[in-house]
Nanobody
Framework: VQLVESGGGSVQPGGSLRLACAAS????????MAWFRQPPGKGREFVAA????????AAADSVKARFSIFKDTAKNTVYLQMNNLKPEDTATYYC?????????????????????WGQGTQVTVSS
């Protein structure tokens, strides 16, 4: 599985960005796709996830009022729409994928549960 992120950049507080994650896998019926972010000097944290087969989505409390995750099945692409961006949203954003029915030692929203990652895309929010 290969994941390629795009759409990062620099924006002023209050602005919007849409990140895209294009996946090489043709059939994602058994996968969960997610966005994580890693601020400078900190660990990778969960942002949002979507179950490919059902479209069910979830987001971290810190972003759920401002960010949304959705997919385009025809393009095999997952998006993260980010609105009302704040300086604390500054981070490298990563797209990850894991099997839908995960049974390993990590919680389903921990980065350790995701074996597949993209290269990351930088988002900087600054005035």
């Amino acid at each position: 599985v290969q994941l390629v992120e795009s759409g990062g950049g620099s924006v002023q507080p209050g602005g919007s960005l849409r990140l895209a994650c294009a996946a090489s896998e043709q059939t994602f019926g058994n996968y969960v796709m997610a966005w994580f972010r890693q601020p400078p000097g900190k660990g990778r944290e969960f942002v949002a996830a979507i179950t490919w087969a059902t479209g069910n989505a979830a987001a971290a409390d810190s972003v759920k009022a401002r960010f949304s995750i959705f997919k385009d099945t025809a393009k095999n692409t997952v998006y993260l729409q980010m609105n009302n961006l704040k300086p604390e949203d500054t981070a490298t954003y990563y797209c990850g994928a894991r099997v839908r029915f995960y049974s390993g030692p990590y919680r389903t929203t921990e980065s350790g549960a995701f074996p597949y990652w993209g290269q990351g895309t930088q988002v900087t929010v600054s005035s």
